[in-house]
């Protein structure tokens, strides 16, 4: 892939950032390795051998009769009498945490928010929760989130900062009286009630930020579409399109 020679010296610049380019490095592979946190961080073990079958929690629910147990509902592998019963007779391969984000020690040294052991690293929240799995998860949720918010706002943003700016006219001032009310509204304030009335989620609230993040796009985009329209060639090749039109 080409690039222009002002793209080529703002990435020579930014190799020549020791710092810059050094973070940007740990936070990929940071990124990379959070995108499999169910592998690293697990109240569900990853591979299990139990009377010469192969079992793979992490991707299936199991009942705990799969493992000579009792209940018919889905297996607690932190249940030691549930290990027993699979070490009996096989082995287990764990994660290297064995917490997933919502998991709860209830074994816990001392009392919640305990300070970090061996078996939490990074401690735990006021509930029990294993920090280090909760900042893993969190991690990916919030890149995630982020990137994808700035992707779908750019495309919204400047799509209809190249539609105002294409036809121009009425379609334009309507435009942009549409978003001189819009951008008005309080944002903060229709955010806290749209998320009392609605339960939060990662798809929810990106929508509700979607509402209001696409706007900083337009003005720049419409800017350049008019005035991309007044350069020769394209007049040029509006007066052609027309001429043809009207021979045709």
Known sequence: ???SSLSTE??????????GLVSAWIFVILFILTLFAEFIANDRPLLIRFDGQLYAPVFVNYPETAFGGVFETTADYRDPFVTDLIMDKGWIIWPPVRFSYNTINYNLPSPAPSPPTLVNILGTDDRGRDVLARVI???RVS???????????SVVGVSVGAFMGYYGGKLDILGQRFIEVWGSLPTLFIL????????????WLLGILLLFSWMGFVGVVRAEFLRARNFEYVLSAKAMGLSDGLIV
């Open 143 to 153: 890149v995630l989130f982020g990137l994808t918010l700035t992707l779908v706002s």
């Open 192 to 203: 806290i009630i749209l998320s009392s009335i609605i339960q939060p989620n990662f798809w």
């Open 10 to 19: 703002r990435l020579r610049r930014f190799k020549r950032n020791r710092l």
């Open 137 to 139: 998860y969190g991690f």
């Open 1 to 3: 892939m080409n690039m």
